[in-house]
């Protein structure tokens, strides 16, 4: 890549994390593609296995983010010095300022890097309490199952709740007159936090329809998704594959899951390395070969300005 035409664009030292991350991505993407086909000659009969053998490339993905979170911790948050030219005139306000604001930075990331293994932790429980729950290892109630789910959601409701907080503070709820309006107020709720209450009513129909609290057919549970228009034929024929209809399989109705998977999977393990191990094009000029320079030398290189050593013997010829 960094010796294409287009190399000169990049830092030298993209390349390398650069082919860490679609390696990254095309092998999750293929665990991913692996699980569900587990899954999906689980579910028809086609094997006997437990579902923590089904769970295995899922959980492979787990640990492979788990440990991208540990190693980001380890990492020092990178300092802006940008604001430092208010302070220009006083080093020793400037340094301070400076410590102050390192100090607020690495604050920010602990605790962003502990919400983020947080999380993962939290998927990773919900997984196994799932797997342990269908393999009749425990006998809890799913109410209690999906605890790690609901403190997760809980975790996502903290961006909305900011984001709502900003939106009451801008111009967009007010009216023409320049008032608050109610109603663009409850609009604006809405439209922050849909996407999460529809999440949480369906967990919670599952949850009900699972402990037997309702008798109600799947297809009913399923309503909140059917509301925002997600793909009607796909979960009609999953909720009858939950209702005992054995003629229906599951690895037809998972079939649209394979085809997106796998054309990700083109694209991150194929397609865009080519494109960047390629670069933009051939030179115009043929394929002179061009040297990599240091960055440190990049900016400190000297430059002679003077007649090129041809032009001199062409001048000299010339005489």
């Known amino acids: 890549m960094m010796d294409s035409v287009a190399g000169f664009l990049f830092d030298p030292d993209i390349e390398g994390p650069l082919c860490f991350f679609f390696t990254t991505i095309s092998i999750s993407i293929i665990l991913l593609i692996l699980f569900f086909t587990f899954l999906s000659i689980k579910v028809d009969g086609k094997v006997s296995w437990s579902l923590g053998v089904v769970f295995i490339p899922i959980w492979i993905v787990d640990l492979v983010i788990f440990g991208v979170l540990v190693a980001q911790t380890k990492k020092e948050p990178t300092e802006d010095d940008e604001n430092d030219e208010e302070f220009e005139d006083d080093p020793g306000i400037r340094e301070q300022a ?9 604050r920010l990331h602990r605790i962003r890097n502990f919400l983020a293994i947080a999380y993962v932790l939290l998927v990773f429980t919900f997984q196994i309490l799932i797997v342990l729950r269908a393999d009749r290892v425990i006998i809890w109630s ?35 007159d320049g008032f608050p309006s ?9 439209e922050t936090f849909w996407w999460l209450l529809i999440r949480v009513t369906l967990a919670i129909l599952i949850v009900l329809r699972i402990d037997k609290v309702i008798t109600l057919s799947w297809g009913i549970v399923f309503l909140p998704l059917y509301l925002i228009g997600l793909r009607y034929a796909l979960w009609i024929l999953w909720q009858c594959r939950l209702d005992g209809n054995t003629g229906i399989k599951l690895s037809s109705i998972l079939i649209p899951v394979f085809i997106v998977l796998s054309l990700f999977f083109c694209c991150t393990g194929c397609c865009l390395p080519l494109i960047f191990l390629n670069g933009i094009g051939d030179d115009l000029e043929g394929s002179a070969e061009t040297s990599l320079i240091s960055p440190d030398k990049r900016i400190t290189y000297p430059t002679v300005a003077g007649p090129s050593s041809s032009f001199a013997r062409s001048s000299n010829d010339t005489v």
């Open 182 to 190: 109610l109603k663009l107020k409850i609009k604006m709720f809405f």
């Open 142 to 176: 799913a109410a209690i199952v999906f605890i790690p789910y609901f403190i997760i959601e809980t975790i996502n409701m903290y961006p909305n709740i900011i984001e709502y907080i900003v939106i009451l503070r801008t111009s967009r709820v007010y009216d023409n």
């Open 98 to 106: 400076r410590e102050k604001r390192r100090q607020q930075q690495r």
